[in-house]
């Protein structure tokens, strides 16, 4: 299992933007930080440089066998 690394990085951001985004977030019951982080991950894999990683294989109970 792979662990994603996190990294703080403070963010100066205007207020408007901050809470449309905050309204944002409440409407897709996410953090905030995980709104900025989905918006930021969309916008980068449409603009092709985010590489995309394979989906990790599931184990079924009849694989397991």
């Keep these: ?3 994603k690394v996190k990294k703080s990085y403070p963010l100066r951001i205007h207020a408007d933007i901050l809470m449309a985004m905050k ?9 905030l930080n995980g709104q900025i982080e989905f918006v930021l991950r969309d916008a980068l894999r449409r603009a092709g440089r985010l590489r ?6 599931i184990e079924t109970e009849e694989q397991k066998k």
């Design 23 to 31: 309204r944002w977030s409440d409407d897709e019951l996410r953090s």
């Design 52 to 57: 995309e990683r394979p989906p990790e294989a």
């Design 1 to 3: 299992m792979t662990h």
